[in-house]
């Protein structure tokens, strides 16, 4: 990590750079950079500190890490620990803030809000706020802000935001590819990467044979719903579902479909998996022949998503994309992807003989 | 990851203010942040250009001491890291 925040403090960058050929895009290069090694610094933190130091550090998705780390440790010193209702209210709040929040900072522009619908989207985010500080005072009053919205309804108005932002997320110049889902069912064999090639793996995450896609798209997916629209609609839809569902959960209506939370115990430690609003996020912790936590690894669904020959590379390198259309429809698309990271869409002129 | 940065409140303008840390000032907009009465010496929590949350000036140092730390680990300190494969 570079010295001050003059020189950049940086918490990393996906570049995205698109070369074109006769006003075309030819091909479309990834790079997701990261600070490297930042888990080994909760190491200098006594254990019982650490969920709420991550919590700190990683804000974005701060229940998630915090939760992931409080199971990843207590499976580390052979303890067992037992997913809660409060991390579920806490994981349901933060999945239905951090997903309307995307919604706002990249869809508000191509799906501008009315002053009433921004009135309730604002709103909706202060109750969140209160609810992941365990205030729960106006909880019930996040139906009214969502119903604003349209999130949720079983047959939005074609007016309602949620419409709008599913006719917003509409592209065809890209393929209709099923996401290949980032599972409970990898957790061993992302374990295992994890120990033999530590952070190596951790910036350039992969799977044998696959390209795993993680986040509300592929959760969706793998769980078989029924997603209206075709398409990039398809992706917005997830979200919108998993909104509603989040809601649903906070209120009381609805027990989760799929587990939130993943842990156990490795040799010489343990791990938590937790399905982040972005997807699935990894905490493994190594101990030491003292029993003292001696390696941490952390592992983001952006890197997954984001990595070179990964699910976003994939996609945006078979679009027939028209070289004016690239930078808009790219950026659209890493979007949909959602990345917890700052992203930048660059689109070259590819020399020619 | 999903790092956010606390930044000092140096002066507001409608939906948008400047905030500094450790010596380096940023536009940061407030749009998120609408309802919540900010005001110059206030701390926020900064991701990719936006406030997130207000929070305390003291959960603001305490975050800065963790990034401190941070700033002290070497780039890449994982012990099997230097064996693994480059791209």
Redesign the interface.
């Known amino acids: 990590?570079r010295?001050?925040?003059?020189q950049g403090?940086d918490?990393?960058r996906v570049t995205i750079r698109a070369r074109m050929t006769r006003d075309m895009v030819a091909d479309v290069v990834v790079d997701c950079a990261?600070?490297?090694?930042?888990a080994?610094?909760l190491l200098?933190f006594a254990p019982a500190e650490i969920p709420a130091?991550a919590g700190?550090?990683?804000?974005?998705?701060g229940q998630s890490?915090a939760i992931a780390a409080r199971h990843a440790i207590a499976a580390a010193l052979g303890r067992t620990v037992e997913a809660n209702a409060m991390d579920l209210r806490r994981l349901a709040a933060e999945r239905l803030s951090e997903h309307l929040?995307s919604c706002?900072?990249g869809w508000s522009r191509a799906a501008p809000l009315n002053a009433l619908e921004l009135a309730a989207a604002?709103?909706a985010?202060?109750i969140l706020?209160r609810v992941l500080a365990d205030q729960l005072d106006g909880l019930q009053d996040i139906d009214a802000h969502m119903a604003a919205l349209g999130v949720g309804a079983a047959a939005p108005a074609d007016t309602a935001w949620s419409a709008r932002l599913i006719a917003a997320a509409r592209d065809d110049a890209f393929p209709d590819i099923s996401p290949d889902a980032l599972s409970p069912a990898d957790d061993a064999a992302v374990i295992d990467a994890l120990?033999?090639?530590?952070?190596?793996?951790v910036a350039?995450p992969s799977l044998p044979g696959r390209r795993p896609e993680t986040g509300a798209y592929a959760r969706a997916i793998a769980r078989g719903a029924d997603l209206p629209g075709s398409g990039f609609s398809r992706r917005m839809a997830a979200r919108l579902i998993e909104m509603a569902e989040a809601r649903d959960l906070l209120l009381g209506r609805a027990v989760a479909s799929l587990p939130w939370i993943s842990s156990g115990m490795i040799e010489n430690g343990g791990y938590a998996a937790v399905e982040t609003p972005r997807g699935r996020l990894y905490h493994v912790v190594w101990r030491n022949v003292d029993n003292a936590l001696a390696?941490y690894?952390?592992l983001?669904p952006?890197e997954w998503n984001f990595a070179?020959d990964g699910p976003f590379a994939h996609l945006a390198a078979q679009a027939r994309l028209p070289a004016d259309r690239a930078t808009d429809s790219l950026a659209r698309l890493a979007a949909l992807f959602d990345p917890?990271?700052?992203c930048e869409t660059r689109v070259d002129e590819a020399q020619h003989a | 990851m999903c790092i956010a940065v606390p930044m000092r409140i140096e002066a507001i303008d409608g939906l948008s203010a400047r905030c500094s840390a450790r010596g380096a000032e940023r536009v940061v907009s407030l749009d998120l942040l609408h309802d919540s009465p900010l005001c110059v010496g206030d701390w926020l929590l900064v991701h990719v250009g936006r406030a997130l949350k207000p929070v305390s000036a003291e959960e603001a140092h305490a975050t800065w001491e963790i990034f401190d730390l941070m700033l002290e680990t070497p780039e890449s300190p994982d012990r099997l890291d230097a064996d693994a494969q480059k791209p």
């Open positions: 990590m010295k001050s925040l003059d403090f918490n990393g990261r600070p490297r090694g930042v080994s610094t200098r130091i700190r550090l990683f804000a974005l998705c890490q929040r706002l900072i604002r709103q985010l202060a706020q120990a033999r090639s530590g952070d190596s793996f350039r390696r690894l952390i983001a952006t070179a917890c990271v700052a």
